[in-house]
């Protein structure tokens, strides 16, 4: 057993008894959540900010996604879906930072490209800050925390099976994600998007859990978690340049600059060439 699991043992305890371990590890990540929460609140302007709370809040409903068949239906449903909601508030502004990222990288590798840079990454910045704004109103700030804090409460109340040897548990999941994951990679068409976006989900769940779960399992998961985070990577250049490619046709759509439409259209060729011709090497 891991010496931090060992640690918890002998540290946390609740009414008498010694928490769940798995429940611990929950505990910690929403812990997390709140932390990062504070940290987008005080500097919304910094992308890494929203990017570590988007994260954070991914990463908690990765875990439980994993732990599925041992939860109730209805409490799986219930944080499943309090936690997408409370993800998607912030899944705009963070195409945009995605999309200045790299519109940035062409700018860089063109600078010959266009003479009007400097208004679209004004552009651009204005885009985001109407995000930014919009994600810190009183009335979105009310309705993620309401979303927590129900994801909380159900947190509270989750009732785990005592008979269950999580070590085993933990190692068996692992094992039937990895080999549902490695077969459905392989079969995969790079051209269908959506099945793309699907394994990318399912290569974060199983890397999520082989990252946090190691310490309940004395199963070897680093193999596991480097495999899973490669599909990840590769399943995300894609679905990153399809996003990034339907937002800038957008963007193109509704700027008044024909010399910023014409930037906007030429990158977003390079992200439509991107997930075009991608192959497998992983």
């Given at each position: 057993?891991?010496i931090r699991?060992?640690?918890?043992?002998?540290?946390i305890?609740?009414?008498?008894?010694?928490?769940?371990?798995?429940?611990?590890?929950?505990?910690?990540?929403?812990?997390?959540?709140?932390?990062?929460?504070?940290?987008?609140?005080?500097?919304?302007?910094?992308?890494?900010?929203?990017?570590?709370?988007?994260?954070?809040?991914?990463?908690?409903?990765?875990?439980?996604?994993?732990?599925?068949?041992?939860?109730?239906?209805?409490?799986?449903?219930?944080?499943?879906?309090?936690?997408?909601?409370?993800?998607?508030?912030?899944?705009?502004?963070?195409?945009?930072?995605?999309?200045?990222?790299?519109?940035?990288?062409?700018?860089?590798?063109h600078?010959?490209?266009?003479?009007?840079?400097?208004?679209l990454?004004?552009?651009?910045?204005?885009?985001?800050?109407?995000?930014?704004?919009?994600?810190?109103?009183?009335?979105?700030?009310?309705?993620?925390?309401?979303?927590?804090?129900?994801?909380?409460?159900q947190?509270?109340?989750?009732?785990?099976n005592?008979?269950?040897?999580?070590?085993?548990?933990?190692?068996?999941?692992?094992?039937?994600?990895?080999?549902?994951?490695?077969?459905?990679?392989?079969?995969?068409?790079?051209?269908d998007?959506?099945?793309?976006?699907?394994?990318?989900?399912?290569?974060?769940?199983?890397?999520?859990?082989?990252?946090?779960f190691?310490?309940?399992?004395?199963?070897?998961?680093?193999?596991?978690?480097?495999?899973?985070?490669?599909?990840?990577?590769?399943?995300?250049?894609?679905?990153?340049?399809?996003?990034?490619?339907?937002?800038?046709?957008?963007?193109?759509?509704?700027?008044?600059?024909?010399?910023?439409?014409?930037?906007?259209?030429?990158?977003?060729?390079?992200?439509?060439?991107?997930?075009?011709s991608?192959?497998?090497?992983?």
């Amino acid at each position: 057993m891991d010496i931090r699991l060992k640690l918890y043992f002998s540290t946390i305890k609740k009414r008498g008894f010694i928490m769940n371990p798995i429940l611990v590890i929950l505990q910690r990540q929403y812990s997390t959540i709140q932390t990062e929460l504070t940290r987008y609140r005080n500097n919304p302007y910094d992308p890494e900010r929203v990017h570590d709370l988007r994260v954070s809040i991914r990463t908690l409903r990765g875990l439980f996604k994993f732990l599925k068949r041992a939860l109730s239906p209805t409490s799986f449903a219930t944080i499943d879906g309090f936690l997408s909601q409370a993800a998607k508030i912030f899944s705009s502004l963070r195409d945009i930072d995605v999309l200045i990222i790299k519109s940035s990288e062409f700018a860089y590798a063109h600078p010959q490209e266009s003479n009007n840079y400097r208004q679209l990454f004004h552009d651009l910045h204005v885009e985001r800050a109407q995000k930014m704004r919009s994600s810190i109103t009183k009335t979105t700030i009310k309705k993620l925390t309401d979303y927590l804090t129900r994801v909380k409460k159900q947190l509270d109340v989750l009732n785990f099976n005592k008979d269950i040897d999580w070590s085993i548990y933990i190692s068996d999941e692992l094992k039937r994600r990895k080999n549902k994951l490695f077969k459905l990679y392989t079969d995969l068409d790079f051209q269908d998007y959506s099945r793309v976006h699907q394994i990318r989900k399912k290569a974060k769940t199983l890397r999520y859990a082989a990252d946090y779960f190691a310490e309940v399992t004395s199963k070897n998961t680093q193999k596991i978690h480097k495999k899973a985070k490669q599909i990840q990577k590769k399943c995300g250049i894609i679905t990153d340049a399809h996003v990034n490619y339907e937002l800038l046709q957008y963007l193109a759509t509704q700027t008044k600059s024909n010399d910023v439409k014409k930037i906007l259209l030429r990158i977003a060729q390079t992200q439509h060439d991107i997930f075009a011709s991608t192959k497998k090497d992983v």
